[in-house]
């Protein structure tokens, strides 16, 4: 948490291997990502990340299906498969939508399918920018949810940048980011 503009989702992207960090290292796995070629930098997201985000970030022309089943697209290990995206998409409540695209779902709902897909790959870290921002108060009690139940049965590591102080409180810890300092705040 912390304040407009403090840098909260910019260190989640330097996290997640999308932004280089302009001093330091990052090491994800026991490996810095940043000194990997374009290609193996992104089949090493593909594999280690998924990413929740507040926007969504669907493809409009894919179906709720589809969408999910994006990551695997480029995935080579044969793990993933429509039948682990059939299952997700049920998980969060989506199964009678599965063939419906992005327009015709609600934000909420856009969100869910935003989670499943960040889950396809069995990722081991999960990163989520403002997961529930967009949402009015029932969809984001229902985003929440989710998202910490399948974090939990996914054993993922979860990282949450939010302004939602309900959303916080319920994560097992809280660190507040301010003037480049990143604190853990005492619950």
Do not use: W
């Amino acid at each position: 948490m912390g304040p407009s503009g403090t840098g909260k989702s910019t260190l989640l992207y330097i996290i997640g291997a999308l932004e280089p960090p302009t001093k330091g290292n990052v090491t994800l796995n026991g490996q810095n990502p940043f000194t990997l070629d374009e290609k193996r930098l992104a089949a090493f997201r593909n594999r280690e990340i998924g990413f929740v985000f507040q926007d969504h970030c669907l493809l409009p022309q894919c179906s709720v299906l589809e969408n999910v089943l994006t990551p695997t697209l480029i995935s080579t290990d044969g793990k993933h498969s429509s039948a682990r995206a059939r299952q997700l998409i049920e998980q969060v409540g989506l199964g009678d939508r599965m063939d419906h695209r992005p327009a015709e779902l609600s934000g909420g709902e856009k969100q869910r399918v935003s989670l499943a897909r960040a889950l396809i790959t069995k990722p081991k870290l999960l990163l989520c920018d403002e997961p529930t921002g967009n949402l009015d108060h029932q969809a984001a009690e229902v985003v929440a949810s989710l998202l910490l139940d399948l974090h939990r049965q996914q054993e993922t590591i979860l990282v949450v940048v939010t302004h939602s102080a309900e959303l916080a409180s319920r994560l097992p810890k809280q660190y507040e980011l301010i003037d480049e300092r990143l604190r853990l705040t005492e619950s």
